[in-house]
């Protein structure tokens, strides 16, 4: 089962969008999409990125809420054309895609209020860097046993339940690399998104958008 939603980075300038897939079995996002405006193109890319990445067979759920980016025809009719069964969230209740909803929620907290986005290649810098880097390899979640969503996937592919769980996580906080240190994390546990005065240092980003995550 797959579930999609939208969120805004606020910049200087204005706003950048966010498109998000998720596989809710293994936690991980699949697909993603940056762009200045909200469009259809923009959940079609994050959906054709999760196809080339999973490939999946008929009988996928697909779950977004009633937005028009997922209700469109073009929408539709890519998931109709890979078998994908439908869903949508009942009007105005946020918790039926709850595991979205919980993704943007750690996304905010950990990556976005801590650090001061200037541009769009601010974000095109960074964000996608914490979903594949950081999300998808290191976070771990309670309801995959405490494992990073790679790992956990690693460990059904090769059938192998002795690994040990954890081993990839951030628990260690020497296997960080710049940005995503242990003072990050150790700044995002003690203060809720907030004030200014504690935020550790923007990094300077140089030259032009380097994201291999395109």
Known sequence: MWVADITYIRILTGFVFLVLILDVYSRRVVGWALSKRIARELTLGALRMAVAERGPGAGLIHHSDRGSQYACHGYV????????????????????????????????????????????????????EFIEAVYNSKRVHSGIGHLPPEEFEAILL?????????????????????????????????????????????????????????
């Open 77 to 128: 009719s890519e998931l109709e054309r890979h078998g994908a069964r439908i869903s949508m969230s009942r009007k105005g209740n946020p918790y039926d895609n709850a595991f979205a909803e919980s993704f943007i929620k750690t996304l905010k907290n950990e990556e976005v209020c801590l650090w001061e986005y200037e541009s769009f290649t601010d974000v095109v810098e960074r964000v996608p």
């Open 158 to 214: 090769t059938g192998n339940g002795n690994n040990q769980p954890g081993q990839r996580t951030l628990k260690m906080a020497d296997e960080l690399s710049s940005p995503w240190g242990a003072d990050h994390y150790e700044f995002n546990r003690q203060r809720e998104c907030g004030g200014n005065d504690t935020k550790p240092n923007k990094p300077i980003i140089q030259g032009q958008v380097k994201s291999p995550y395109k």
